[in-house]
């Protein structure tokens, strides 16, 4: 027999081919195939085939040896840890990076740094590349993974090692080459840093870039996300409006040549180098689809087109007028003169609902930071106290931990609802959400909030 801790099932899909072999929670699988399982996907692989062997060990300490004909099926197990192995920490000390910049006395879940190739994969993260070994990249290329999002920040081997402070992370450059000869879809992320990786050193980071279309999918450039805890960090600088309308320069540039050479505009600027440069959004077409919402890129120009087409469609379906009620929607200071556009157009369909933005500022973290993710429960009851909020107040899913109703600082929705006396409704991030949450059409609220997540977050 095998001697291998296995991985523990945590539940049994009902009419599944688990359920039909008398597998259940608390079961080990030790191994299919003679093998020990390494991780999630390594899981997925040997399962995703016509018939397998797979060893497991009952809660009573007796194994079997199930033969299965699953002919390509899912088999219906859930595993207590959904990667089935140890999250990968992040071995770099960039200068940018935002988990370095918490205050103290916050969950420890939030000071763990991950840089793991295989939450790229299942939640979106962007990694470095630095702790990928070749086993790593090997499985990627097999498993046919795709895609792979890579925090490139420059190509300029050099200057990665120093804002990583990772030796090695020029060397790991050499990974996308790998990737790319094997043909695995890739995006890219540019955490730009004012007088660093700009200028030229953008200029360059793309144009190295561009090189691997079309397996390099979109690449986006965010600006460094600066909190008021830097103590003994790497001198930063945040951007202002001509070092914004500089990097804008070089990215439409590059946008308007690689559209006529490869029908892509490929590199994309967040909407936060936008509202710094006091310029208007770019059009949706230049957004290639929206492949780089998750940093930022483009989710303003987004609502403003779902706002209008759930606004059309209401018109046509919605019997009546909206009831009369006073709201308050509370979001971040980038945001805010977006979401007073498309309260306004809700306000002019349906004249009886009377809509007021705030700005919460962002004491917490400080003041340089503007987006709604950031905002925590203790600056919202702060700024939001004494206030006539209306009949209810919404908040954007942002705001809160993935999947629960907790603020960043641990504060909860119920906290905010006790101090502010006024309910509270959390609003997913399209416009039809927003329509629909503005007009009273969710009956039961989905707690199923896809919120932030504090791992490799910069500025969003």
Known sequence: MMKTNGHVIKAVDPGSIAEALELAPG??????????????????????????????????????????????????????????????????????????????????????????????????????????????????????????????????????????????????????????????????????????????????????????????????????????????????????????????????????????EHGVHFIHASDEFYILAERDLPEEERYDGYPQLENGVGMLRLLDTEVDEALDVIDEEFEGEADPERLTIATGLLAAPYLEKQAAKIMERHPKIRIQVIPIRNEFFGELITVAGLITGQDLIKQLSGRDLGDRLLLPVCMFRSGEETFLDDRTREDVQTALQVPVDIVKSSGQDLVDAVLGLIEEEDTDYEGYELKEIYYE
Request: hydrophobic fraction near 35%; glycine fraction near 6%.
């Open 27 to 260: 079961d080990r699988v030790l191994a299919i195939n003679g093998r020990e399982i390494e991780d999630i996907f390594d899981y997925q692989y040997q399962v995703n085939s016509k018939q397998l062997v797979m060893l497991v060990e009952k809660t009573d300490g007796d194994q079997w040896e199930l033969e299965i004909e699953n002919d390509y099926q899912d088999l219906g197990i859930t595993f207590e840890n959904g990667l089935m192995s140890d999250y990968r920490s992040c071995t770099n000390k960039c200068i940018f990076c935002f988990i370095d910049q918490m205050p103290p006395g916050m969950r420890e879940t939030l000071y763990f740094k991950d840089d793991d190739s295989r939450l790229s994969f299942l939640q979106g993260n962007y990694v470095t590349l630095t702790n990928m070994k070749d086993h790593d990249i090997r499985r990627i290329i097999d498993f046919k993974l795709a895609p792979i999002n890579i925090s490139v920040h420059t190509t300029n081997p050099e200057l990665r090692c120093r804002m990583l402070h990772n030796r090695f992370a020029g060397e790991a450059l050499k990974k996308i080459d790998t990737l790319y000869e094997a043909g695995i879809p890739m995006n890219g992320q540019i955490v730009l840093c004012r007088g660093i990786n700009d200028g030229a050193e953008l200029d360059r980071t793309i144009g190295d870039l561009a090189r691997y279309l079309p397996c390099m999918e979109s690449v986006s450039v965010v600006p460094v996300g600066l909190s008021k805890f830097r103590d003994g960090l790497y001198p930063l600088e945040p951007f202002d409006k001509a070092a914004a309308e500089s990097a804008l320069e070089i990215i439409e540039g590059w946008q308007e040549k690689l559209y006529a």
